[in-house]
């Protein structure tokens, strides 16, 4: 009966063959031969060079002959030497076998182990890559280890990932970028501190950016984002938008912002460990704090502003002025709004019991109490509130051909005297003669309730 050859083409002799010469083929199929490594040895441990004379074309088919002498295709290491012009093709026969595949070939370029007619896996120059020839196709090797340890880096192929146990992403790396110098580092951290996540690398500043997909957000699901003592949070164009202080490392008292629902309006607060917490607003310099549309509503508290500030419109042209705080005051101007019929009113409050309300004028500038397109102005001089809501006035006629003022005189007159004009706006006290001079005398005798 005539020899016949396994997948790895080990001679099978047959029975009552090659009498005499048999023990010769068994060294040939176990590989202890002065002809080199072949048969198991072969397979078991040898290593197979594959150089430019055995690739036409980027492209080396494996013989696949029956014959227990050495075969590229039965040895366990295929070491590409070969010098490439393109990407390379290493076809090997469809039988089972793994094989440790280093791609030291020469120009750079990829080379992929198959089946002739499948698609089979790629090495990467440079690399080395254990895989296995399922007698369809050839691919990955190993893709479970229950823990890993390494001595070195960990080599990713460029736009690969690292995947659970459902071979679902969990991590994915970009494609490769040639010149990269910094890159993250992830520092784990004993009882007590927090581990860390950070940029790392060549450059000396280099930020960590974070980039939600689409219109998604970077979320931070529970506790505080720690912000370093007088860092900032940027725009697109790492322009300053929030800025924070140094750190007060006694700090109990904070700003709470709210969002808001429909119908209501978000919220900034003083919000902290003590009962009673300022809100402050501070420009820079001599600028303002500007609410630019709406209007300022405060819930509760004060509007607090600084000795001698004011209050500006929208060209930044003040419109109120503070002067400098007066530290023991306990006097101030109360300003109230009106239903529809009333009247908005400005009065004098405070502390104490009685209470003037002082207005001043700047240089020769005068009070001017202007009328309106119905009605000339008025001012009334209302009587005691515990007496009723009776007044008397004074009002301007409803028609002015020359602009007249009278100025009063410097000390009260006797009894029975009268306010008298000189035709030129100055009034004096006169007495009377038997009667008013026509054109010379103002009855203010009359006006007064004399």
Same mark, same amino acid.
């Given at each position: 009966m005539a020899s016949t050859f396994s997948t790895l083409k080990i001679e099978l002799i047959g029975d009552g063959e090659q009498s005499g010469t048999w023990g010769n083929t068994t060294n040939n199929n176990w590989g202890s031969s002065s002809a080199g490594s072949r048969g198991l040895e072969q397979a *078991? !441990?040898?290593?197979?060079?594959? *150089?430019? =004379?055995? +690739?036409?074309? &980027?492209a080396y088919t494996m013989p696949y002959a029956d014959s227990n002498a050495a075969q590229d295709f039965r040895a366990l290491v295929l070491n590409i030497t070969a010098t490439l012009s393109g990407a390379g093709t290493v076809t090997v026969p469809a039988i089972e076998k793994p094989y440790l595949v280093f791609n030291n070939s020469v120009g750079g370029f990829d080379v992929t182990v198959k089946v002739a007619g499948q698609t089979g896996i790629t090495i990467p120059n440079g690399k080395k890559a254990f895989v296995y020839n399922n007698g369809t196709d050839v691919g990955e090797t190993i893709n479970f280890l229950s823990s890993l340890q390494l001595g070195g880096n960990l080599k990713m192929p460029s736009a690969s990932s690292v995947i659970d146990a459902n071979n679902n992403e969990l991590i994915k790396f970009p494609s490769t970028v040639a010149s990269a110098v910094n890159e993250v580092t992830i520092t784990n951290a004993a009882t007590g501190s927090g581990p860390a996540v950070q940029a790392t690398g060549g450059d000396t500043n280099i930020d960590l950016n974070f980039t939600p997909k689409g219109t998604g957000n970077t979320v931070f699901t529970a506790n505080n984002v720690r912000v370093a003592s007088a860092a900032s949070i940027l725009d697109s164009n790492s322009n300053e938008l929030i800025k924070f202080p140094s750190a007060v490392g006694s700090a109990i008292n904070e700003v709470t912002i709210t969002n808001a629902a429909t119908g209501s309006g978000p919220a900034i607060q003083a919000s902290g460990g003590d009962t009673n917490i300022d809100l402050n +607003?501070?420009?820079? =310099? %001599? =600028?303002? !704090? *500007? !609410?630019?549309t709406g209007s300022l509503a405060l819930t509760t508290g004060n509007l607090r502003l600084s000795s001698g500030a004011s209050v500006v419109d929208a060209n930044s042209n003040e419109l109120i002025k503070f002067p400098s705080t007066v530290a023991s005051a306990v006097n101030e101007v109360t300003v109230s709004n009106a239903a529809t019929g009333a009247n908005p009113s400005i009065a004098a409050t405070g502390g104490d019991t009685n209470i003037s309300l002082s207005f001043g004028m700047k240089g020769t500038g005068a009070y001017n109490f202007t009328g309106t397109a119905d009605t000339a102005a008025e001012v009334r001089l209302f009587e005691d509130t515990d007496n009723g809501t009776n007044y008397v006035s004074f009002k301007a006629p409803s028609l002015i051909s020359t %602009? *007249?003022?009278?100025?009063?005189?410097?000390?009260?007159?006797? &009894?029975g005297q009268f306010l008298s004009t000189n035709g030129s706006g100055t009034l004096s006290w006169a007495t009377s003669s038997g009667g008013i001079s026509t054109g010379k005398s103002i009855a203010m005798a009359m006006i007064f309730g004399f």
């Open positions: *078991v !441990v040898g290593m197979a060079t594959l *150089v430019t =004379g055995d +690739f036409s074309v &980027n +607003f501070t420009p820079k =310099g %001599s =600028g303002s !704090v *500007v !609410v630019s %602009s *007249v003022a009278w100025t009063l005189p410097s000390a009260d007159g006797t &009894n």
